[in-house]
């Protein structure tokens, strides 16, 4: 179900609450709004919400911190052909918000509260309070999280992908095989790993033998359509001349060429 955000024009007697009810739907009050208390454990992990835009249908700001305070940042422009605007860099907590910096410069301030994220200052401008209801991001589930996934990871596989229409999945252990199957196939087809080809934005391992398997792991933020999981990487699988898409995520620590 989509996010529906309603907000109230009254202020709570007591403290300013955030909640989360059944129905999917964000509730905060408009006049405490940029007074949230904010949360002092933060959690890595995604955080997903639609921005306005001139000129487009929305921006799908994705947002992923990790725990050694580094952050990387997606936006898509819908409705338009333009490729997303990725951004990386560290944060760290001022006071009672979060700080992104880019290249050592601010680019953004933020404040959390439970699974929200709500953004005071975007590209050096800062947030009018009436419109800050449009600039919440909420926290999405990483497939990392997933424990099927871990325990690929685990066992010694260093990518894992997945895609559907039709349903498939891949596997890469760098150090021995390459396995892609689909659901509708008896037997997986399993070739021996090959070195493979590392650029700027993607991963490519080609293999070169009857199979014609060609392999691109892309680095950009998916989402498999199925699931609320969010993924670190979309992958391509070209076979036989059929091109599958999906979404994948490297595995522990491991990526190719470590």
């Not at 991001?137 to 895609?163: H, M, P, V």
Request: proline fraction near 5%; charge should be positive; hydrophobic fraction near 35%.
């Amino acid at each position: 179900m989509k996010n529906v955000f309603l907000f109230d024009k009254k202020t709570e007697p007591a403290t300013d609450t955030l909640t989360v009810r059944s129905t999917d739907t964000l509730r905060l009050t408009k006049d405490s709004i940029i007074n949230l208390p904010v949360s002092y454990a933060i959690p890595a992990g995604f955080y997903q919400g639609m921005l306005p835009c001139n000129g487009c249908e929305g921006i799908q700001q994705t947002i992923l911190f990790e725990g050694d305070n580094s952050f990387k940042m997606e936006e898509v422009n819908w409705g338009t052909q333009t490729p997303p605007k990725k951004l990386e860099g560290k944060w760290e907590k001022k006071s009672d918000t979060i700080v992104l910096y880019v290249n050592n410069k601010p680019s953004g301030r933020f404040r959390f509260h439970l699974d929200s994220l709500v953004t005071l200052v975007r590209d050096g401008k800062v947030i009018d309070a009436s419109d800050l209801p449009n600039y919440v991001l909420l926290r999405k589930t990483s497939a990392g999280a997933n424990s099927a996934w871990r325990q690929r990871g685990e066992q010694g596989i260093d990518f894992y992908g997945i895609g559907n229409e039709p349903f498939w999945n891949i596997e890469i252990d760098n150090e021995k095989m390459i396995l892609f199957k689909l659901a509708a196939w008896q037997k997986p087809v399993i070739v021996p790993i090959e070195k493979p080809k590392i650029y700027k934005d993607s991963t490519v391992y080609i293999i070169p033998d009857s199979t014609r398997l060609r392999i691109t792991i892309i680095n950009e933020f998916c989402s498999d359509g199925m699931s609320d999981f969010l993924y670190e990487q979309k992958i391509q699988v070209r076979y036989k001349g059929q091109l599958y898409k999906g979404c994948g995520m490297w595995l522990g620590s491991s990526k190719a060429g470590d």
